[in-house]
């Protein structure tokens, strides 16, 4: 079982920063892909990032490419999505989830946080 517990999310204004943490506990966290999704009041979950489980590989939404980064700390069982230039329209809950494998869907992912409010005011 790998336990994830997602923070950072709170109320920003548009155009600000933000950087969420997804952190782990239980089996080796270093042996799991990890990705971010978000869902948005009223709307379908929403594939945003993904990392391999040593962070050589990334993957991005093409919508939100260039504004948003995701990273990993495997010393701290961490993994970071960096948001940059936020809009109205990325207020939503954000979630971490992890797999051996991953991938950009969220089928493919075994083990959920239970996400994060980011709020973006315009």
């Known amino acids: 079982q790998v336990k994830l517990v997602e923070s950072g999310g709170r109320l920003v204004q548009a155009g600000e920063s933000l950087k969420l943490s997804c952190t782990a506990s239980?089996?080796?966290?270093?042996?799991?892909?990890v990705g971010w999704f978000r869902q948005a009041l009223g709307k379908e979950r929403e594939f945003v990032a993904t990392?391999?489980?040593?962070?050589?590989?990334?993957s991005y939404s093409d919508s939100l490419k260039g504004r948003f980064t995701i990273s990993r700390d495997n010393d701290q069982n961490t993994v970071y999505l960096q948001m940059n230039n936020l809009k109205p329209e990325d207020t939503a809950v954000y979630y971490c989830?992890?797999?051996?494998?991953?991938?950009?869907?969220?089928?493919?992912?075994?083990?959920w946080g239970q996400g994060t409010q980011v709020t973006v005011a315009s």
């Open positions: 989830a992890a797999d051996e494998f991953g991938g950009r869907s969220g089928s493919e992912y075994e083990f």
């Open positions: 239980g089996r080796a966290f270093n042996s799991y892909a």
């Open positions: 990392i391999s489980w040593a962070g050589g590989a990334a």
